[in-house]
């Protein structure tokens, strides 16, 4: 059910009966302030300007052409020509009483659905995870589990780093380890200091890892022996992340850089060949004039290093045939830093006019800001250093539990331990999904763990209230059927509100902005607050009518909210 897209199509179809251009949109969009409808088609104005003709008599004219059956109780016309839409209440009910009696609560599944291929998380292997990779794995994973529910064929790709010249320096490392039976993998970060301090303080080791870069490249059976046991312990690390953060990446979508070192020479002959690059002081690069500057020089991307070495560019160009001729993407979507843009729009742009990436298959790259500390700055350790995400993860769930103790003393130990896991990470996750992805946010625990304001733990309380309304009831959600009757105002524009879930995931799927089901889900549960305030459920008095129907609207709240949670990649909890 989505009923912006319904009054779209009928208001449109009004507009074609009484002549109105059919590029003229009906800009059917719920109404922003109360007494102007729920709904508002402001299209006549426009329509008006561009017919000539005047846009209150154009509006009255639609009017009188809609055909929207029981849908509406009332049309009314305001100011030059906006169509306030007032939905009928009965029809409302009967939306959602359909809606309650569908695990996807009404959502249908698209019905063009599309290969998406996602690119996120994608952290170099050199390192541990740090907070960095943050923000692509918590945005990418919401926008996979999201597409995935409306229908669509999604396809996870970890890009991670996996390949280059650090790793020469790393398997050296690792192989003098090995040799001294001392082999100190468990920090990643600690191992890396290692090796580049071993790597600039011992020539003769330097020497190795280069030699071990040049004999990587080439396949060397031993130096790839050792980078594989090196890729596994570090993939090892991710994986323990994924896992705790919930997040669904798993080692079925590793599909790294090293996967295209051999189509690498391929590429570059292939753009050379169509005349893409040229030689430049020995390099191989693309000039861009697409991308000129002001003075009208054209934006280099080089292609291959003077000495043949092969860059990040050269890869992302190998990984996007693979997308587009592998694995047939509809639609490829990038969540990367808004620090890589020109890259991004450099490879889209060189993709285009070699022909990797027709014009029908999407490319998107959905760039986000950077996450800051409380002072304003990139966020890092007390001491100025980057921040590791096992390590974030392991105070967001310390913080909750200590805070869900305090809470409701009541729990044991293994309910305080479970929510407070729960309680953490959906913190950490909304904190992020719920901003504007692309501005910077800063990361704030207090904020983030507060019960009240547009917050995971406020969402997952409002749950537990609904929950816990059953329980005082003595009936499984299952078992509130209705039939749904909204007599009240707050009966009605929580019903609304229900009845709107689509339209908002509809929107989060086109434009690929989490914060829009966090702003839903947010006025879904202060909806619902007013409501319970004022619509008593299972007082004495209350009719049995009543009862039964605020039962069910509690049904599709808990519904809802879980649903558009677990689409966020939080879990929510009986108690609290
Ligand atoms: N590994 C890169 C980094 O840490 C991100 C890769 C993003 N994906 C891509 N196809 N370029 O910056």
């Known amino acids: 059910m989505n009923i912006r897209e319904i009054l779209n199509q009928r208001v449109r179809q009004a507009m074609d009966a009484v002549g109105v251009p059919a590029e003229c949109q009906a800009m059917v969009a719920p109404s922003k ?39 509406v109780s009332n049309l009314e016309i305001a100011g030059p020509g906006f169509i306030n839409i007032h939905l009928n209440p009965l029809w ?66 970890n890009h991670v780093g996996d390949w280059g010249t650090q790793f020469g320096m790393l398997i050296a490392e690792l192989e003098e380890q090995q040799q001294s039976g001392d082999i100190q993998l468990k920090d990643l970060e600690v191992f890396y200091q290692q090796a580049k301090k071993h790597f600039d303080a011992d020539p003769a080791f330097a020497d190795k890892a280069r030699e071990y870069v040049v004999k990587l490249q080439g396949g060397d059976a031993k130096v790839l022996e050792l980078w594989e046991q090196f890729r596994d312990i570090s993939l090892s690390h991710a994986d323990d992340i994924y896992q705790s953060l919930n997040v669904k990446l798993t080692r079925d979508d590793v599909a790294g850089e090293s996967m295209y070192n051999d189509d690498l020479p391929v590429l570059v002959k292939d753009l050379e060949d169509k005349g893409l690059c ?96 409380e002072d304003g700055k990139p966020f890092k350790t007390r001491s100025g250093g980057t921040v590791k995400l096992a390590e974030l993860v392991d105070e967001a769930v310390e913080r909750a539990t200590a805070l869900v103790s305090e809470k409701n003393p009541d729990l044991n130990a293994e309910q305080k331990a479970e929510i407070g896991r729960k309680v953490g990470i959906g913190a950490v996750k909304y904190a992020d999904l719920s901003k504007t992805r692309t501005n910077d946010y800063i990361f704030s625990w207090e ?130």
């Open 278 to 373: 040229v030689e430049d002081a020995g390099a191989k690069v693309a000039f861009l004039e697409e991308l000129a500057d002001k003075e009208g020089n054209p934006s280099p991307m080089i292609i291959q290093k003077a000495g043949g070495g092969y860059l990040y560019a050269t890869t992302d160009l190998a990984t996007m045939r693979y997308r587009v001729s592998t694995l047939k993407a509809d639609r490829s979507m990038y969540f990367i830093d808004a620090r890589q843009s020109l890259h991004m729009q450099q490879l889209f742009i060189l993709s285009r006019k070699a022909g990797y990436c027709p014009e029908q298959v999407s490319l998107e790259h959905h760039a986000f800001g950077t996450m800051m500390g």
């Open 33 to 71: 302030k109360a007494g102007f409808g729920d709904y508002q088609a402001n299209g006549a104005m426009g329509a008006a300007k561009k017919m000539g003709t005047n846009p209150r008599q154009l509006a009255t004219d639609i009017v009188a052409a809609l055909d929207l059956g029981d849908m």
């Open 92 to 157: 409302l009910a009967e939306q959602l009483q359909v809606a309650a009696a569908d695990t996807r609560l009404g959502v249908a599944a698209d019905a063009a659905p599309q290969t998406v291929v996602i690119d996120y998380s994608s952290p170099n292997l050199a390192k541990e995870m740090h907070v960095g990779h943050l923000r692509s794995t918590i945005i990418g994973d919401a926008m996979v589990r999201l597409l995935g529910f409306l229908g669509h064929n999604v396809i996870r790709q």
């Open 447 to 576: 904020s983030m763990l507060a019960f009240e304001g547009n917050t995971s733990p406020y969402l997952q309380y409002a749950f537990t209230r609904v929950k816990a309304i059953f329980r005082k009831a003595g009936l499984t959600p299952e078992q509130a059927n209705g039939p749904i009757v909204l007599h009240e105002s707050q009966e009605n524009a929580l019903a609304l509100k229900l009845a709107q879930f689509e339209e908002a995931l509809e929107q989060v799927a086109k434009e690929a902005y989490p914060h829009v089901l966090c702003t839903y889900l947010y006025d879904l549960a202060a909806l619902y607050m007013r409501f319970y305030e004022a619509c008593p459920i299972l007082k004495e008095g209350v009719s049995e009518e009543d009862k039964q129907s605020r039962l069910a609207l509690c049904r599709l709240v808990a519904i809802t909210l879980s649903v558009g949670l677990d689409l966020l990649g939080i879990e929510v909890m009986e108690v609290m």
